[in-house]
């Protein structure tokens, strides 16, 4: 590992530290960068700190994080990634399964559970949309109003509506592809009747057309409620065809190239199905994206490889006075250089884990006690099958078709939220294949030759696997904290995690369960899922076991509300007790409902940047034109 990046797109530490900014931001990731890009086109002058290294720009970057995935033993989540030990980052294989009153703190995550979750984020430029799937769903405006319509969880002070301006131009900064008459259920509307997507649907895979056949049409009972199912394409933040209707005709130009040999940032997507953790082609939208428009704006400067460590509050006034930062020149080895940047305004763009982390490392949990509480996820119940034929697995994105029919209904106020999606990646997340299909196949089967290729052919082209996503409500118990026996290399204060799986959760567990078992017999497949006592999120509920994964969707920590009382941040994203600081990102969110997150914390930070701006321009204009 080495400096590179410095002297290509990142400011030097003493520079920064002696620049008058407008604005420090707090990582780079979607929420970061585009507040960044939104504040520096007005003028403003912005510093984004970065805990990872800044080397992930150019293709020779890129390149190198694919190649470390294709060698990696496990492939995880952050396997393409370097986890350096001056920014650690979580791991998937660090989970183990938890006993009673047993804490694990093996990996960078302390978990004290009861239920340990496997769920990761990236420290590296980009944030965890390095390694995210793409889908971009918006939330249903049921998920605004939880506790008026189902007395569950809260309510936003916001509603779905007051966003869904901001989700508009959350698709066209992500580059969404998808066809709007997919997306037509739950409520969902899209402004004025002639709007599409930026780009055209991703096609649905031959997989999604065979389970299409024999699901569509039928109908599920759940409550006093008739569902009728249909597989529809979903969403995501790729490159794919762009869309000549978009913005009435003028049609949408993707951020970043849609061929190859224009291979800068961005190609079109060719297929491949390890989006997660990282496309061989950069079809996927990633933060870098939009962080590159943010810094060409000539307003925005870069500070990586430096980690934030201290929230400083002027104890009269409440207003943050400066964020204490410890800049490391090796990656691994001790040692770093602590300086305090100041700004007229602060935004922690972290994730809901490290913004927490941070506030209550400064000693700031806030007058209600919220700062950290109210942890949410979604947890993920795996099912897999084999079908009658070979149906085109290991064929296009991981996902480009699910089943979206069930996720709100009056169900709800006993039972959480589920959505469904369909795998084109055959059993890797259930079980590790196709390498432990492999070694099944050698070890087990003693195949080898032509047998050995046509077995492994037999048995991979015919898997399916259906995720089914479902909602963990905001529970005050479920928390991230802090504790002076858990640092890291640079002293700073670890995350500790304290969850439970809710009963509300758990009976949607079931119930998903009992469905895809009705699935897979609808469409003739054989039902191979069973979960292991001894796998991490094990789980039971009247007396039968599952495992329930996390998701990588990290919300609340900081709530956004209508009172000080019961939230950490207004509905700007604004906190109430430190005029100058904005928490941003998922940790705002009151409800997490059955959409990744991505898409929704982007529409809020996009509102939030126009709030930061207006703020702060006029004595930007006027500075402008006295100089």
């Given at each position: 590992m080495?400096r590179?990046?410095?002297?290509?797109?990142?400011?030097?530490?003493?520079?920064?530290?002696?620049?008058?900014?407008?604005?420090?931001?707090?990582?780079?990731?979607?929420?970061?960068?585009?507040?960044?890009?939104?504040?520096?086109?007005?003028?403003?002058?912005?510093?984004?700190?970065?805990?990872?290294?800044?080397?992930?720009?150019?293709?020779?970057?890129?390149?190198?994080n694919?190649?470390?995935f294709?060698?990696?033993?496990?492939?995880?989540?952050?396997?393409?990634?370097?986890?350096?030990?001056?920014?650690?980052?979580?791991?998937?294989?660090?989970?183990?399964?938890?006993?009673?009153?047993?804490?694990?703190?093996?990996?960078?995550?302390?978990?004290?559970g009861?239920?340990?979750?496997?769920?990761?984020?990236?420290?590296?430029?980009?944030?965890?949309?390095?390694?995210?799937?793409?889908?971009?769903?918006?939330?249903?405006?049921?998920?605004?109003?939880?506790?008026?319509?189902?007395?569950?969880?809260?309510?936003?002070?916001?509603?779905?509506?007051?966003?869904?301006?901001?989700?508009?131009?959350a698709?066209?900064?992500?580059?969404?592809?998808?066809?709007?008459?997919?997306?037509?259920?739950?409520?969902?509307?899209?402004?004025?009747?002639?709007?599409?997507?930026?780009?055209?649907?991703?096609?649905?895979?031959?997989?999604?057309?065979?389970?299409?056949?024999d699901?569509?049409?039928?109908?599920?009972?759940?409550?006093?409620?008739?569902?009728?199912?249909?597989?529809?394409?979903?969403?995501?933040?790729?490159?794919?065809?762009?869309n000549?209707?978009?913005?009435?005709?003028?049609?949408?130009?993707?951020?970043?190239?849609?061929?190859?040999?224009?291979?800068?940032?961005?190609?079109?997507?060719?297929?491949?199905?390890?989006?997660?953790?990282?496309?061989?082609?950069?079809?996927k939208?990633?933060?870098?994206?939009?962080?590159?428009?943010?810094?060409?704006?000539?307003n925005?400067?870069?500070?990586?490889?430096s980690?934030?460590?201290?929230?400083?509050?002027?104890?009269?006034?409440?207003?943050?006075?400066?964020?204490?930062?410890?800049?490391?020149?090796?990656?691994?080895?001790?040692?770093?250089?602590?300086?305090?940047?100041?700004?007229?305004?602060?935004?922690?763009?972290?994730?809901?884990v490290?913004?927490?982390?941070?506030?209550?490392?400064?000693?700031?949990?806030?007058?209600?006690?919220?700062?950290?509480?109210?942890?949410?996820?979604?947890?993920?119940?795996?099912?897999?099958?084999?079908?009658?034929?070979?149906?085109?697995v290991?064929?296009?994105?991981?996902?480009?078709?699910?089943?979206?029919?069930?996720?709100?209904?009056?169900y709800?106020?006993d039972?959480?939220?589920?959505?469904?999606?369909?795998?084109n990646?055959?059993?890797?997340?259930?079980?590790g294949?196709?390498?432990?299909?492999?070694?099944?196949?050698?070890?087990?089967?003693?195949?080898?030759?032509?047998?050995?290729?046509?077995?492994?052919?037999?048995?991979?082209?015919?898997?399916?696997?259906?995720?089914?996503?479902?909602?963990?409500?905001?529970?005050?118990?479920?928390?991230?904290?802090?504790?002076?026996?858990?640092?890291?290399?640079?002293?700073?204060?670890?995350?500790?995690?304290?969850?439970?799986?809710?009963?509300?959760?758990?009976?949607?567990?079931?119930?998903?369960?009992?469905?895809?078992?009705?699935?897979?017999?609808?469409?003739?497949?054989?039902?191979?899922?069973?979960?292991?006592?001894?796998?991490?999120?094990?789980?039971?509920?009247?007396?039968?076991?599952?495992?329930?994964?996390?998701?990588n969707?990290?919300?609340?920590?900081?709530?956004?509300?209508?009172s000080?009382?019961?939230?950490?941040?207004?509905?700007?994203?604004?906190?109430?007790?430190?005029?100058?600081?904005?928490?941003?990102?998922?940790?705002?969110?009151?409800?997490?409902?059955?959409?990744?997150?991505?898409?929704?914390?982007?529409a809020?930070?996009?509102?939030t940047?126009?709030?930061?701006?207006?703020?702060?321009?006029?004595?930007?204009?006027?500075?402008?034109?006295?100089?």
């Open positions: 080495t590179k990046a410095r002297d290509r797109f990142s400011i030097d530490a003493d520079e920064a530290a002696s620049t008058a900014f407008d604005a420090v931001i707090v990582g780079s990731g979607v929420s970061g960068a585009l507040i960044a890009k939104s504040l520096g086109s007005k003028g403003l002058k912005v510093l984004v700190i970065e805990a990872g290294s800044g080397d992930d720009i150019t293709v020779a970057d890129y390149e190198e694919v190649f470390r294709y060698g990696a033993v496990g492939k995880d989540n952050n396997s393409a990634y370097y986890n350096p030990k001056n920014a650690p980052m979580p791991r998937d294989y660090e989970t183990v399964r938890l006993r009673d009153g047993e804490i694990n703190d093996r990996g960078y995550l302390v978990q004290k009861p239920f340990e979750i496997d769920s990761t984020y990236t420290r590296v430029l980009g944030g965890t949309t390095r390694h995210w799937e793409g889908k971009a769903l918006r939330m249903l405006p049921d998920d605004f109003r939880m506790h008026s319509l189902f007395g569950r969880g809260r309510d936003w002070p916001i509603s779905y509506d007051d966003l869904e301006p901001y989700y508009r131009q698709e066209a900064e992500l580059g969404v592809s998808g066809d709007v008459e997919d997306q037509l259920y739950g409520g969902l509307t899209f402004g004025g009747g002639d709007y599409v997507l930026p780009m055209h649907k991703m096609p649905a895979s031959y997989l999604d057309q065979v389970l299409a056949r699901i569509d049409g039928m109908t599920v009972e759940v409550a006093d409620q008739t569902f009728n199912l249909k597989v529809r394409t979903t969403p995501q933040a790729r490159n794919g065809i762009p000549k209707a978009y913005a009435g005709g003028a049609g949408f130009e993707p951020t970043g190239a849609v061929s190859v040999d224009q291979a800068e940032m961005g190609g079109r997507c060719q297929g491949n199905t390890n989006c997660v953790p990282i496309c061989p082609v950069q079809a939208y990633d933060a870098r994206r939009t962080l590159m428009q943010a810094i060409a704006t000539g925005v400067s870069l500070l990586a490889w980690v934030a460590s201290k929230v400083h509050v002027d104890a009269a006034t409440g207003a943050v006075s400066g964020i204490e930062v410890k800049t490391y020149q090796d990656p691994d080895l001790p040692g770093f250089e602590t300086r305090l940047f100041k700004a007229r305004t602060y935004v922690l763009a972290a994730n809901a490290e913004n927490a982390r941070l506030m209550l490392a400064s000693g700031l949990p806030g007058q209600n006690g919220m700062m950290g509480r109210n942890l949410m996820d979604h947890g993920y119940l795996l099912t897999w099958a084999l079908m009658p034929e070979p149906i085109g290991m064929r296009g994105p991981v996902c480009t078709s699910g089943i979206e029919d069930l996720r709100t209904g009056n709800r106020r039972m959480a939220a589920v959505r469904f999606s369909i795998h990646d055959g059993w890797g997340w259930a079980t294949g196709p390498y432990t299909d492999l070694y099944d196949a050698v070890d087990n089967q003693n195949l080898f030759g032509a047998d050995l290729r046509q077995g492994l052919i037999d048995t991979v082209a015919r898997q399916v696997l259906i995720d089914c996503m479902i909602e963990i409500p905001a529970d005050p118990g479920n928390r991230v904290t802090v504790d002076p026996r858990y640092t890291d290399q640079l002293g700073n204060l670890r995350p500790v995690i304290s969850f439970e799986v809710p009963q509300y959760t758990l009976e949607t567990v079931a119930f998903s369960r009992r469905l895809t078992r009705q699935l897979y017999q609808r469409v003739g497949a054989r039902d191979h899922s069973h979960y292991d006592p001894m796998s991490p999120g094990w789980v039971t509920h009247n007396g039968e076991g599952y495992v329930v994964r996390g998701g969707h990290w919300a609340g920590t900081h709530l956004m509300g209508a000080a009382k019961d939230s950490v941040i207004n509905d700007r994203q604004q906190s109430w007790e430190h005029p100058n600081l904005y928490l941003t990102g998922a940790g705002s969110m009151p409800t997490i409902g059955t959409a990744n997150t991505t898409l929704t914390l982007a809020i930070c996009l509102r940047a126009q709030d930061i701006a207006a703020r702060l321009a006029p004595t930007a204009a006027a500075s402008a034109a006295g100089a």
